[in-house]
């Protein structure tokens, strides 16, 4: 029961912090949105540094580092893509639909986990359905290749830390160790090349730092959702993290008046129907 809990709290606490560490990034568009990627990671990286001292868990795993750099590639093009597609909550429905689609496939064929196909293959096709509604007819989806791409990495970047014998504390200081690094290195080379500093505010560079710290206790919050003892499993706790969606769309439609016409709107709500109808059949797959 306890175990089962904990699984149902992770996905909450996920829930909340994946849909918001990027308001920032929105709020202030003029702020560069690789300069949000390395104070984030610093933010990360104290976060975690705080939970290891608490526990002890200090170490440099590889497969953690390794992990933390992926989760760079998929963090990088998802920042990117909220700026230059314009877009904080459709960024948000394209990427949850395809790190849904993958982290279910990953956790029923690649870890075998058992799943009530009459369930999950009805959820699957929601998933499909729901990325295509809110998609513009004079606009190919392909051309968001950003947000699908990050999508992409962010379902399948947890598979080494699955196959390693690692708990979760000792994942997660060396997984923040590797994001930051990544971050910090990847904006340094950047700033090299341009020969100039991306430029760094006083507010948002806070904010920024806080999102970091918001970001690493959702990470904590996944291993929660996804363990192996809990309620869900990998194949449903992690698809489940990716209903941020409700909390990211919020953001963007109520906050920042995005989707402002009433057809638009109608389509997002539409297409968020459908995926939570999808993430409910999944729920009930492991039932």
């Keep these: 029961m306890a175990s089962s809990t904990l699984s149902l709290i992770g996905v909450l606490i996920g829930i909340f912090a994946f849909g918001t ?60 893509a909220v700026q230059a597609e314009q877009d904080l909550a459709g960024t948000g429905l394209r990427s949850m639909s395809v790190s849904i689609l ?33 998609a513009s007819k004079t606009k190919s989806v392909w051309k968001n290749w950003r947000s699908l791409l990050s999508g992409a990495i962010f ?29 910090v290195l990847l904006v340094a080379i950047m700033t090299l090349k341009r020969k100039k500093s991306f430029g760094y505010p006083k507010i948002p560079t806070l ?33 489940l993290l990716q209903l941020n969606l409700v909390v990211n769309q919020m953001w963007g439609v109520f906050v920042f008046g995005e989707y402002a016409s009433r057809h638009g709107r109608i389509k997002l709500t539409l297409s968020t129907i459908v995926i939570l109808v999808g993430a409910v059949l999944l729920t009930l797959s492991k039932m």
């Design 21 to 80: 560490y990027m308001v920032p990034l929105k709020k202030y568009p003029n702020y560069s949105s690789w300069a949000f990627l390395a104070v984030m990671a610093v933010g990360a990286l104290f976060c975690s540094t705080v939970i290891a001292g608490v526990t002890g868990q200090f170490n440099l795993a590889p497969v953690g580092i390794f992990c933390g750099l992926l989760w760079v590639i998929g963090g990088a093009l998802c920042f990117w």
């Design 102 to 134: 993958l982290s279910f496939f990953s956790g029923v064929v690649i870890f075998q986990e058992p799943t009530l196909l009459y369930f999950s293959v009805p959820a699957i096709a929601c998933m499909v359905i729901g990325i295509w509604i809110p």
């Design 155 to 183: 379902g399948t970047y947890l598979i080494p830390y699955k196959f390693s014998s690692l708990g979760d504390m000792e994942f997660l200081f060396p997984f923040s160790v590797g994001v930051c690094v990544g971050s």
């Design 207 to 239: 904010f920024a730092f806080a999102s970091g710290i918001l970001w690493m206790l959702g990470t904590l919050a996944i291993f929660w959702a996804i363990a192996d003892d809990g309620m869900f499993g990998y194949a449903v706790g992690y698809p």
